[in-house]
């Protein structure tokens, strides 16, 4: 009996090229498109970005009748909205930078995706995210896929051991040179050539302090103006907002020092942004909270030296972690710049993703 899976679809060629692998190893699959959030804006409709947008919903839908599998579209609006977005603008108004896929993907996707599989009778679920599960004594946990410019596995240190268990990755092993070569080859040449979205699902034109203001405006206008201060103190200048602002942020400050400026810290409490040099942002360790830990259950009392990924793009600084209460301690053999809190901090040995959680706190 040919085992069946739920697969998740954006309409791009990621999740298209996934499908059709699954349906050539003999799965029966069922499509399935997550509404979350209705980008109509001006500026999604010009770049045709954002995997919220009808006609990637369309494509979807399109893409899964030429294959010959169901497809559906699941209206995620309200909870979408009162988890990821919520959260979004809960923590830039704490002072953070939040990081809404990492959220997304443990608390919507897998979360609704488990669940829609279970009402269907499905096996597995799968998605076209560039990763490997392993399976290590009963133990899951993930590995980068071979791509080395896809690092998904940052997105995706949240998933439990039951989402694990329960997913595929079809595109792990492959290279997305590779990816649009089979897309190609199986007639589908428009979609091998579609370019990929960078910009956050529900922010298309990436412009996040207008997004925060068409949010919650009344919060924002009483948040009002704050000042620019120095490491010493020193008032420099006048600020917009604390929660239009980010550690590391160098553009777009208004404030001529005579040198590069960078912003080094935020105090939502006193609406307070404080400048330094480059120097400034170095940071030696940090506090992880919200902690998922995959390879193993626990980590030693005497630490674990693994490679430490603080953004997306990061290639990884080494350190050691050490459990802290419920808490990681992160000590950084080498300082490391513009650490986040609100970011995730990802733990890798070599290709296996030890782990991860959110920056809370940053030791200089």
Request: aromatic share 10%; with cysteine; hydrophobic share 35%.
């Amino acid at each position: 009996m040919k085992k069946r899976v739920l697969l998740a679809m954006s309409g791009g060629i990621d999740s298209s090229v996934a499908g059709m692998l699954l349906s050539e190893q003999g799965y029966e699959v069922h499509g399935v498109t997550y509404r979350t959030y209705d980008s109509v804006k001006d500026s999604c409709i010009s770049k045709e970005t954002g995997c919220c947008t009808v006609d990637s919903m369309m494509e979807a839908k399109r893409l899964s009748e030429k294959l010959g599998y169901e497809h559906e579209i699941l209206d995620l609006r309200d909870s979408f909205k009162k988890t990821i977005i919520k959260n979004f603008v809960d923590e830039y108004l704490k002072g953070r930078t939040p990081n809404p896929c990492v959220v997304c993907n443990s608390d919507i996707k897998w979360g609704e995706l488990i669940e829609r599989a279970n009402e269907l009778n499905c096996d597995y679920i799968a998605t076209g995210h560039y990763a490997r599960i392993i399976n290590e004594d009963g133990r899951f946990y993930l590995a980068k896929g071979i791509d080395e410019n896809k690092y998904q596995t940052y997105f995706l240190y949240g998933l439990s051991q039951d989402d694990l268990k329960r997913t595929l990755f079809p595109l792990g092993g492959l290279k997305k040179d590779k990816i649009r070569k089979m897309a190609a080859e199986r007639g589908f040449v428009k979609l091998s050539e579609k370019k990929e979205s960078q910009e956050i699902c529900f922010i298309p034109d990436n412009d996040y302090r207008r997004f925060l203001t068409d949010e919650v405006p009344e919060q924002i206008q009483e948040i009002g103006e704050g000042d620019f201060v120095l490491t010493d103190g020193e008032k420099v200048g006048t600020h917009k907002g604390y929660p239009f602002y980010t550690i590391g942020q160098r553009k777009g400050l208004g404030v001529a020092l005579g040198y590069p400026a960078y912003v080094v810290d935020i105090d939502a409490a006193t609406n307070t942004v404080t400048l330094g040099t480059k120097d400034d942002l170095n940071g030696a360790g940090f506090v992880v909270g919200n902690v998922n830990l995959m390879k193993y259950d626990q980590i030693p009392a005497e630490g674990l030296e693994v490679n430490i990924k603080i953004r997306y793009r990061n290639q990884g600084t080494m350190g050691r972690i050490y459990p802290d209460g419920k808490n990681l301690k992160v000590d950084l053999y080498h300082n490391a710049s513009a650490i986040t809190p609100g970011q995730s901090a990802v733990f890798y040995e070599n290709d296996d993703v030890v782990g991860g959680g959110l920056i809370l706190s940053v030791r200089h």
